[in-house]
């Protein structure tokens, strides 16, 4: 059956490979070889950016969330929001501090997860890694989000393209990190770093602004905040402090990013603990100084954010002209201390809208190592746990961009929505971790006689019992406040992804169960009595002959040439080649009335596999290689669809004899210099 189908052509066509190759080699570069994963190891310098820019990039929505939650209650409210960034900043240190307990005992890169997973058992484990792998998927979708807003404030004219901004730029970070991880860190070091300085400049000027008092007035502080209905009386009873806790739950945005240190361990250089901790500390710092600075400036200027501008801020008794655009925070402080069309003004608006796309890197360098983690033990497919050809979980990168796109394209890149799904689930795996660190503190003491060792191991477990109440108040907070407003979405996806991931690793035990060799190997080693060989024919030609050839080789029991009769001219045709050649395998011709030609193949082989249970039947294939991929379009696929269905009969092989076509010649050269 030599022109039954045509072998695949996706690894033999030249023009495919050229163009795939050549494009790969473009965009993702030359493979590294294994022993150059030494190489793509981060100094304390990179790895700040890399993993902590996540972090750091917070302040630049952080605070807009919590002044745009406390504008709900009106302008005296709003008053109050360094006190609410001050208790972000107290709930951050003890994260931090805690993390660098983590980091030291859990240096394996599984970070909250492996925690879970060894101290409070699968279950918490699977449950933390679902709320990790949903909360990195919302990182990139909110930080690039912001960032595409932040661009729309520098270029009004893109104003309303936000969405398209916000998916370019995820296909731009993937495209980096599809490249490895040490130019990834590269190209994000120096924008991160002139992101640090200038907000910490723009801090500094500003306090000393504020000090001499020549601080003036941010360009929204003219505006009068029109508080809605429900908080008309501002933060009293028990609707202010549910908005109070609310504006709280929105600012903890800040906290994101700080676990991805934990996850990234493996990919810091020696020693990999100390490094990782000395990163979180200078992380904890800058965090914490940058968003200092930025809730006491806007509070100080006077910055007015709310959710509708057009109802709810007032000039002169009147609301604000059609075409105002409401700035974000820093964008107003910035043309408040430098004015508004300095250089220093544009400079920190590229730079926290930079920041803010880099910001995902964080994701794209977490969720891949989680991913492959996850897939080692068998939760997920065993594709994401291999690198690609510059040593990056390839696979893992690529899920992250199309489950973001997906994610930005259905929220319409709206930051105020996407972020009340967010840090749940963050705050669900600090919870979690803190409390599996307790656990492990306690085990450790119980094997410690060392009284040195003792007290170090009860200062950190005392850190991270502080940790534990500390994330899991937040966690409650969170999860009263934002329910309603979308932290639903967030744990629902949770729970499918938990679900998913469980149903994988049953798949996978239940297989590996079934394929396991027993103690009595005697069936496994049983040879088959007979080998039945069974031909597919439909012209004579070379590749048939070929097919034959290597049938007969094989030197079966029994060898038998079949044909299906669809068409009568055809097949008479095929006999009389056959004696003509006087070949001496003999031909059955299978009829066929409705002009089928799996079902008479299939019923030919089942009563084989009938007569005698215990024999191999083998079924030969012939098969073109292509050169083209057009040339797959012109030849029959019925040989794919027949080995599809042999591959579901037990005790039946299927062989594939290939014939290569001479338009498969140049692919085969080109595969050679591949």
């Known amino acids: 059956m030599d022109d039954v189908g045509a072998h695949s052509s996706w690894g033999y066509s030249r023009e495919v490979l050229t163009f795939f190759n050549a494009l790969k080699r473009v965009v993702v570069g030359k493979p590294f070889r294994n022993d150059r994963m030494a190489q793509t190891l981060l100094p304390k310098r990179t790895a700040l950016p890399v993993f902590a820019s996540d972090a750091l990039s917070s302040v630049a929505y952080a605070p807009d969330e919590i002044l745009l939650t406390l504008a709900l209650a009106g302008a005296t409210a709003v008053t109050i929001s360094p006190w609410v960034g001050l208790a972000v900043m107290i709930v951050m240190a003890t994260v931090i501090a805690s993390y660098r307990q983590n980091v030291h005992a859990y240096p394996s890169g599984g970070g909250d997860y492996e925690i879970a997973n060894v101290n409070l058992g699968k279950g918490a484990g699977l449950t933390v890694a679902s709320a990790l792998l949903v909360d990195y998927v919302l990182t990139v979708s909110v930080s690039i989000s912001a960032a595409a807003n932040y661009l729309a404030t520098a270029v009004p004219v893109l104003h309303g393209s936000q969405m398209w901004i916000a998916l370019t730029g995820v296909a731009v970070l993937a495209l980096v990190n599809l490249r490895g991880v040490r130019e990834a860190g590269s190209f994000f070091a120096i924008p991160t770093y002139i992101f640090m300085i200038c907000i910490l400049c723009m801090s500094a000027v500003g306090l000393v602004q504020a000090v001499t008092g020549t601080l003036g007035q941010a360009p929204s502080a003219q505006f009068e905040i029109v508080p809605v209905p429900a908080y008309e009386q501002g933060l009293v009873g028990l609707a202010g402090a549910f908005l109070l806790l609310r504006a709280f739950s929105s600012g903890a945005a800040a906290l994101t990013g700080v676990e991805a240190i934990s996850n990234g361990v493996p990919t810091f250089r020696k020693p990999k603990s100390k490094n990782a901790a000395s990163t979180l500390f200078l992380l904890g710092v800058v965090a914490i100084s940058m968003l200092g600075g930025i809730m006491f400036l806007a509070n100080a200027t006077g910055v007015r954010i709310v959710q509708d501008p057009a109802t709810e801020l007032l000039i002169n ?358």
């Open 317 to 674: 008794g009147q609301p604000p002209p059609a075409d105002y655009i409401q700035n974000p925070a820093i964008s107003q402080i910035a043309a408040t201390i430098f004015g508004l069309a300095s250089i220093p003004f544009f400079l920190i608006v590229a730079a926290t809208g930079t920041i803010l796309v880099f910001a995902s890197n964080t994701a794209f360098n977490g969720f891949p190592v989680l991913a492959s983690i996850l897939a080692q033990d068998g939760y997920l497919p065993r594709q994401l746990r291999t690198r690609g050809d510059r040593l990056t979980f390839s696979n893992g990168v690529l899920a992250l961009a199309v489950a973001s796109i997906v994610l930005i394209a259905s929220f319409n890149a709206d930051v105020t929505k996407l972020i009340q799904l967010y840090i749940v689930g963050v705050f669900i795996s600090f919870t979690a971790s803190q409390l599996g660190m307790i656990r492990h503190w306690g085990r450790e003491l119980k094997l410690v006689k060392d009284r040195a060792r003792k007290r170090r191991i009860l200062k950190s477990r005392t850190i991270n019992t502080v940790g534990f109440c500390m994330t899991l108040s937040v966690l409650l907070i969170v999860l009263i406040t934002k329910f309603e407003q979308g932290a639903w979405i967030a744990l629902l996806a949770m729970l499918v992804l938990f679900m998913i991931m469980w149903s994988i690793h049953v798949h996978y035990r239940n297989v590996a169960r079934e394929l396991a060799v027993s103690e009595d190997t005697s069936a496994a080693r049983a040879l088959p009595t007979r080998v039945h060989a069974v031909l597919l024919v439909s012209h004579v030609r070379k590749p048939m002959l070929r097919a034959l050839a290597y049938a007969r080789a094989s030197r079966p029991s029994q060898l038998d040439a079949i044909m299906v009769d669809i068409d009568a001219e055809e097949t008479a045709t095929t006999v009389a080649d056959w004696e003509r050649l006087q070949i001496t395998v003999p031909l059955t011709v299978l009829a066929s009335p409705y002009r089928e030609t799996i079902r008479p193949i299939m019923e030919y082989v089942k009563n084989i596999r009938r007569e005698s249970p215990r024999d191999l039947v083998v079924v030969y294939i012939p098969e073109y290689v292509v050169g083209k991929w057009w040339e797959q379009l012109v030849h029959n696929q019925t040989a794919l669809r027949i080995k599809t269905r042999l591959h579901f009969e037990p005790g039946v092989m299927v062989a594939s004899v290939p014939w290569q076509l001479k338009s498969s010649a140049g692919a085969r050269r080109f595969q050679e210099l591949e």
